[in-house]
């Protein structure tokens, strides 16, 4: 908690250096006590907004966490699944995520569910392949071990290859919470009429810098926020189930 507040307190003093020393105008770079005057002008503004975007990023990493969990599983049962599928969905993380939110506005409309459908896309890969690499590095000794007491494939899969794939999905998750706030407000920033991807284009088109800074800053403590939360409940999660496998 103290080294996140240095860190915060540290930032702060280089965002106000960088203003002080280049001169910078407001409209470029509004210092940090202009953007704490409108975090503190419009914090109801803020706070509506910000729920919004929550619900988004909740729902898209809950459905986009669950789909890449369920995807891995799939793969690591089958090695010719894996050899068909892995290079297409490398491949669709090649397309950017900017040409794709205009058509899952279009199918998808301007509410909720393209916005949900943009974060779980950008978190979707994370997710799948970090769980598969480590369902896919059990062991070998494990492995050989349970095939030469008569183990049965699901008995193996649910004692051996999750619990020790546990961390690497752990990983993937948090990645997940850092990255699906970013694919919401992308989804919103090509049609909605609230969140913080919204208020950011109103007040860019208003000139209405400070405000704009404002709602990315709440942004970012969303998703240092998820990033704990969500790092918490992993490392809970994968200690619980190893006692329980023990």
Same mark, same amino acid.
């Given at each position: 908690?103290?080294?996140?507040?240095?860190?915060?307190?540290?930032?702060?003093?280089?965002?106000?250096?960088?203003?002080? %020393?280049?001169?910078?105008?407001?409209?470029?770079?509004?210092?940090?006590? @202009?953007?704490?005057?409108?975090?503190?002008?419009?914090?109801?503004?803020?706070?509506?907004? +910000?729920?919004?975007?929550?619900?988004?990023?909740?729902?898209?990493?809950?459905?986009?966490?669950?789909?890449?969990?369920?995807?891995?599983?799939?793969?690591?049962?089958?090695?010719?699944?894996?050899?068909? *599928? @892995?290079? *297409?969905? +490398?491949?669709?993380?090649?397309?950017?995520?900017?040409?794709?939110?205009?058509?899952?506005?279009?199918?998808?409309?301007?509410? *909720?569910?393209? @916005? %949900?459908?943009?974060? %779980?896309?950008?978190?979707?890969?994370?997710?799948?392949?970090?769980?598969?690499?480590?369902?896919?590095?059990?062991?070998?000794?494990?492995?050989?071990?349970?095939?030469?007491?008569?183990?049965?494939?699901?008995?193996?899969?649910?004692?051996?290859?999750?619990?020790?794939?546990?961390?690497?999905?752990? +990983?993937?998750? @948090?990645?997940?919470?850092?990255?699906?706030?970013?694919?919401?407000?992308?989804?919103?920033?090509?049609?909605?009429?609230?969140?913080?991807?919204?208020?950011?284009?109103?007040?860019?088109?208003?000139?209405?810098?400070?405000?704009?800074?404002?709602?990315?800053?709440?942004?970012? %403590?969303?998703?240092?926020?998820?990033?704990?939360?969500?790092?918490?409940?992993?490392?809970? +999660?994968?200690?619980?189930?190893?006692?329980?496998?023990?």
């Amino acid at each position: 908690m103290r080294a996140a507040l240095a860190s915060a307190v540290l930032a702060l003093l280089l965002w106000q250096a960088v203003v002080t %020393v280049f001169d910078l105008p407001h409209f470029i770079l509004p210092c940090p006590a @202009k953007v704490g005057a409108a975090l503190w002008d419009n914090g109801a503004l803020l706070a509506s907004h +910000a729920g919004t975007t929550l619900i988004e990023v909740l729902i898209g990493l809950v459905l986009g966490g669950s789909l890449g969990a369920l995807t891995a599983l799939s793969l690591a049962h089958s090695r010719r699944a894996r050899d068909l *599928l @892995k290079p *297409l969905l +490398a491949f669709t993380q090649a397309l950017p995520v900017f040409a794709l939110a205009p058509i899952l506005t279009l199918w998808l409309g301007y509410g *909720l569910w393209s @916005k %949900v459908a943009m974060a %779980v896309l950008i978190i979707f890969f994370p997710v799948m392949s970090a769980f598969l690499d480590g369902l896919l590095r059990t062991p070998a000794g494990w492995l050989d071990l349970a095939q030469t007491m008569g183990a049965r494939e699901r008995a193996v899969l649910v004692r051996l290859r999750v619990p020790h794939a546990l961390p690497a999905l752990g +990983a993937g998750l @948090k990645l997940a919470a850092v990255y699906a706030p970013i694919g919401a407000v992308i989804g919103e920033w090509v049609g909605s009429s609230s969140g913080l991807g919204y208020l950011m284009l109103l007040a860019s088109g208003r000139a209405k810098v400070d405000l704009m800074f404002a709602a990315m800053l709440v942004l970012g %403590v969303m998703s240092v926020t998820l990033y704990a939360v969500v790092g918490r409940v992993v490392n809970r +999660a994968v200690s619980r189930f190893s006692e329980g496998t023990r």
